[in-house]
């Protein structure tokens, strides 16, 4: 089965970085993009960036745009996010997903319903 697997998580000072991964440890798979989505304590998960697995054209949240990085390695078998300038407000649980069926549509990246895959999370928190 897949099994994605998040890294790179923890507590950080506002202003600082993390680098957080995700690579699946189970069968392979065929991917048409993959993501990364947050979920704040009591809030619903929300979008944060999105890449094409075969292109490598990316999206993002507007509240993230500008300091966050989606990428993938060349072997295509790793997803990254990049965070800098981290803010408070970021603080989550960040969880990677795939999506392994074909779109047209970019939009759809943004909605959860979407993926087929998901992480188990890794915790990131921005002291203040």
């Known amino acids: 089965q897949v099994q994605l697997v998040e890294s790179g998580g923890g507590l950080v000072q506002a202003g600082g970085s993390l680098r957080l991964s995700c690579a699946n440890s189970g069968r392979t798979f065929s991917r048409y993009a993959m993501g990364w989505f947050r979920q704040a304590p009591g809030k619903e998960r929300e979008f944060v960036a999105a890449i094409y697995w075969s292109g490598g054209s990316t999206h993002y949240a507007d509240s993230v745009k500008g300091r966050f990085t989606i990428s993938r390695d060349n072997a295509r078998t790793t997803q990254y996010l990049q965070m800098n300038s981290l803010k408070p407000e970021d603080t989550a649980v960040y969880y990677c997903?795939?999506?392994?069926?074909?779109?047209?549509?970019?939009?759809?990246?943004?909605?959860?319903?979407?993926?087929?895959?998901w992480g188990q999370g890794t915790q990131v928190t921005v002291s203040s």
């Open positions: 997903a795939a999506k392994t069926t074909y779109f047209t549509d970019s939009s759809y990246l943004r909605r959860e319903g979407e993926y087929d895959y």
